[in-house]
């Protein structure tokens, strides 16, 4: 007797989709429902968040042969973004697909004049994956016992604990009466374009809004405020200060 094995070579296509369909959201809610029930995790109690996202047209996909195998609910406030949600299906986990995902929707972002991407680290043990693709842990804020992280989606100005030029803005994670008694925690050494005013790059940081910040120019000291009144973009959702341009 002779047997004969046929082996078919099957084309996989991945496929990120940011305008996702009604078959789409019943891929997601069916793969959700089955993990709800066999491990009681997951995102199935989020539904209505999943939902809400798909008729703001505020949900991506990542489709394997038009089945979609992981998705990521997100909002945007202007210059910065919230991921709410993201997941990959359970049975594709560990092979990229969540890191593709992940940076084809920080590029969409990108394209689409965000500055900074946010998120609530959930469930806590995700954290790790979050720092491979570029996430940074905020600093310590007042009243937030949760997991915030934070990726700029430009190229920004890096705090460091001293500021080596005369010229440099300065953070101080505490209110005005406290921050007379301490050092600084931020610097940024600042570099402008021809006008003086417009910096070479952004500062991108989050804040709380009572925090008190200071602004040096060749040595002087030209302004001294809270961050809620410093002169300075803040993103609309509260959580960041952008510093693009100092006209003081």
Same mark, same amino acid.
């Given at each position: ?8 070579? /099957?084309?996989? /296509? ?34 209505? *968040? ?8 505020? *949900? ?11 998705? #990521? #609910? ?5 210059? %910065?973004? /919230? ?22 929707? =920080?590029?969409?972002?990108? %394209? ?13 043990? +995700? ?26 989606? #430009? ?22 009466? %406290? ?29 709380? +809004?009572?925090? %008190? ?10 302004? +001294?405020?809270? #961050? ?17 341009? =100092?006209?003081?």
């Amino acid at each position: 007797m002779i047997y004969l094995t046929v082996v078919l070579n /099957v084309e996989i /296509v991945l496929k990120t989709n940011f305008n996702p369909s009604e078959k789409h959201l019943a891929d997601i809610k069916k793969w959700l429902t089955k993990e709800w029930n066999k491990t009681k995790s997951g995102f199935y109690d989020n539904w209505n *968040i999943i939902e809400n996202g798909f008729s703001k047209n505020n *949900i991506v996909v990542i489709t394997k042969n038009n089945f979609v195998i992981g998705f #990521v #609910v997100y909002r945007i406030h202007e210059f %910065q973004a /919230v991921i709410d949600i993201a997941e990959t299906k359970p049975t594709e986990r560990k092979k990229g697909i969540a890191k593709k995902l992940i940076n084809d929707t =920080l590029d969409y972002f990108a %394209q689409k004049g965000v500055l900074v991407c946010e998120l609530f680290c959930s469930p806590e043990n +995700s954290e790790p994956f979050w720092k491979r693709i570029g996430f940074e842990n905020f600093p310590e804020l007042p009243h937030n016992s949760i997991i915030n992280m934070f990726k700029p989606l #430009v190229e920004t100005f890096k705090p460091a604990e001293k500021a080596e030029s005369d010229t440099k803005i300065s953070l101080w994670n505490c209110e005005p009466y %406290q921050a007379e008694k301490e050092k600084a925690k931020w610097n940024w050494d600042l570099n402008f374009v021809e006008d003086n005013e417009t910096l070479t790059k952004p500062i991108i940081f989050p804040v709380s +809004s009572d925090w %008190q910040m200071e602004l040096t120019k060749n040595g002087k000291k030209i302004i +001294s405020q809270k #961050v809620k009144r410093f002169p300075i973009d803040l993103a609309d959702y509260g959580s960041f200060m952008i510093i693009r341009k =100092l006209t003081t």
